[in-house]
């Protein structure tokens, strides 16, 4: 199975900070790397798929980068709103598999 | 819109079985797989396995194989998971999330919301 591995797991940030989270796969994924947003009490909902590709509806303050096995989600700007639990995922092959969690709490 | 309904939380006691459900709408049922995945309280999100909802094909996570069982009905346009022989550690939220491919990447979107199974004696 392929380890997912996040840091940092807990990040504490201002309203209008600029913050990166990494996602380290335990061998190469290529680009099959998506990014989701929970809430407390909510499904994930998908925010970057293919490491860097945008899901529609999703504000442009979020961003994505990497390939192989190092890739990154970067929020520029941050929201009230964007204080959640952010998931890195592979789809490169089954076992889908997900990072621990990053948890995005308000300084 | 695209939507995925969840049956509601669910108690059971140690070596009982749960059967959760997972209804589509906004979209052709048959068109997309539909995969489970699950998250102990505090932990991590962990795959379970997924459906071919149009031909029923089935593929499970190793850690599970044997306990759970993912099926459909067409008609109905629902997915179910079907765990057995529960043990505490299996108490979490349940999810169902249809997957579709863009740009050649497959994605989970979007997410039942989530059904929460408690296994205490």
């Known amino acids: 199975d392929i380890q997912m591995t996040q840091s940092p797991s807990s990040l504490s940030a201002s309203v209008g900070d600029r913050v990166t989270i990494t996602c380290r796969a335990s061998?190469?994924?290529?680009?099959?790397l998506n990014w989701y947003q929970q809430k407390p009490g909510k499904a994930p909902n998908l925010l970057i798929y293919a490491a860097s590709s945008l899901q529609s509806g999703v504000p442009s303050r979020f961003s994505g980068s990497g390939s192989g096995t190092d890739f990154t989600l970067t929020i520029s700007g941050l929201q009230p709103e964007d204080f959640a639990t952010y998931y890195c995922?592979?789809?490169?092959?089954?076992?889908?598999?997900f990072g621990q969690g990053t948890r995005l709490e308000i300084k | 819109q695209v939507q995925l309904v969840q049956s509601g939380a669910e108690v059971k006691k140690p070596g009982a079985s749960v059967k959760v459900s997972c209804k589509a709408s906004?979209?052709?049922?048959?068109?997309?797989?539909m995969h489970w995945v699950r998250q102990a309280p505090g932990q991590r999100l962990e795959w379970m396995g997924w459906i071919n909802t149009g031909n029923g094909n089935t593929r499970y996570s190793q850690k599970l194989q044997g306990r759970v069982t993912i099926t459909r009905d067409t008609s109905a346009s629902t997915a179910y998971m079907e765990l057995s022989s529960l043990r505490s550690e299996d108490t979490a939220v349940y999810y169902c999330a249809r997957v579709y491919m863009v740009r050649g990447s497959e994605v989970f979107d979007p997410w039942g919301q989530g059904t929460l199974v408690t296994v205490s004696s």
């Open positions: 061998q190469s994924i290529s680009s099959y």
């Open positions: 906004g979209y052709t049922f048959t068109s997309n797989a």
């Open positions: 995922q592979q789809s490169y092959s089954t076992p889908r598999t």
